[in-house]
């Protein structure tokens, strides 16, 4: 292969590195989350510098046709993605539904309130009428 398509992904790494580190310092993306972007493109990275350690990782798995392990990255890489997505997706819907009851019992507590402010309110007219 040449060497333009080398630098080429390197740069288009690098540009997508500098995209997640925006993201982050504008608060778009959250630390926790950008860690596996991070690391993928830290991957990415290596991998333009040094194509070679991809046939020699082919060869090491026995893979015969090394581009093709670059599909197994690939397909592994997004299955981490969506295994971090869905548990962050999991963890979100939990505390949704515990948010979700505690405004129920406010809102409750806030009905019984006002029944008996009400109340309170009433018995105080009516003695104000008796006197």
Known sequence: MKVDIFIFSFLVS??????????????????????????????????????????????VIGVSYAPSLLYLLGLVSVLFILLHLTIALSSMTARFIVLTQKIALLEQEQLEYRGRQATADHSLQTAERRI
Not at 29 to 49: C, D, F, H, K, V
């Open 14 to 59: 690098l540009l997508f590195l500098s995209t997640i580190l925006y993201l982050i310092r504008t608060g778009k993306l959250r630390e926790q989350y950008a860690i596996l972007w991070i690391i993928l493109t830290g991957i990415m990275m290596m991998l333009s510098l040094f194509p070679s350690l991809i046939d020699r990782t082919a060869k």
